[in-house]
């Protein structure tokens, strides 16, 4: 299955992207594609963009969702009730979240853009900031149930007796958090960043929805250069390349990650 489903269609991508296809017919390029995207400036600068959005949107999604986490209480009907409510973003598909605050946007009726009014604020999508601040709002609104989740879910691994002991010794609630839970909860903040940093520096369908890619490229980001390539363009083996080229660099991240985290567990 995974044969079928990860490996063989990673074996095609990587074909396309050193072949020069002529419908059923290929000729071996080598490295021309992947040339033709590291020298080209659309492809850096969607890069640079994509790198940008990944690393905002984490320093902002893990800290909130480990912030709700460590909020919510431990059993009860309440927390029945905010696990369901935390749920529903995660069910909404991406390009409905996308059409979503592209309404709350609308200038003059948006409820977001009427929000902003109250402070005096412009919520003008043209302008390059706002456009970003909106996105990235989206974002943190659609997925910081994922980190939420997560965390909560190390939490709930951590024995009571644990508690009671730190009770017992007087222990103050940086050191709880310091000595129980954070040990915890390394590993699956590491999974929960692993997994927004792939969907953030591959985001495409929200920033569609929302901007259009716009205003002219600034929330254009590197998955857009790839179905550019594959849509309009109908370069395979460029869009390949795109393709293997952010498929190296999460593998990259995700490995350094993983080590840094079990490393530091080791050593603790």
């Not at 902003?116 to 996105?135: E, R, S």
């Not at 103050?172 to 969907?199: C, E, H, N, T």
């Amino acid at each position: 299955m995974l044969v079928v489903i990860g490996v063989w269609p990673l074996a095609l991508v990587v074909f396309y992207s050193v072949h020069e296809n002529f419908g059923a017919e290929s000729v071996f390029v080598g490295t021309q594609w992947y040339s033709q995207a590291y020298f080209s400036s659309d492809f850096q600068n969607n890069l640079l963009r994509s790198f940008g959005f990944s690393i905002l949107a984490l320093t902002l999604e893990l800290p909130l969702g480990l912030f709700i986490a460590l909020r919510l209480p431990r059993k009860g009907k309440l927390l029945s009730a905010l696990v369901v409510l935390m749920v529903l973003p995660l069910l909404t598909p991406n390009i409905v979240v996308g059409y979503l605050f592209k309404a709350l946007s609308l200038p003059n009726t948006g409820l977001l853009t009427r929000a902003i009014l109250i402070f005096g604020l412009d919520l003008n999508l043209n302008n390059p900031i706002a456009a970003w601040c909106v996105i990235i709002l989206m974002d943190v609104w659609h997925w910081t149930s994922l980190v939420v989740l997560f965390a909560y879910a190390g939490l709930k691994a951590i024995p009571e007796e644990y508690y009671r002991a730190a009770s017992v010794d007087a222990a103050s609630g940086w050191a709880v958090f310091r000595y129980v839970q954070w040990p915890k909860l390394k590993l699956m903040l590491s999974v929960a960043a692993i997994l927004r940093f792939m969907d953030t520096f591959m985001i495409y369908a929200e920033p569609l929805a929302v901007t259009h890619g716009g205003p002219k490229t600034a929330t254009s980001f590197v998955a857009s250069a790839f179905f550019q390539s594959k849509k309009t363009q109908f370069e395979l083996g460029f869009g390949a390349a795109i393709s293997v080229t952010c498929f190296a660099i999460v593998v990259v991240f995700a490995f350094v990650l993983f080590k840094l985290v079990t490393r530091q567990s080791q050593t603790t």
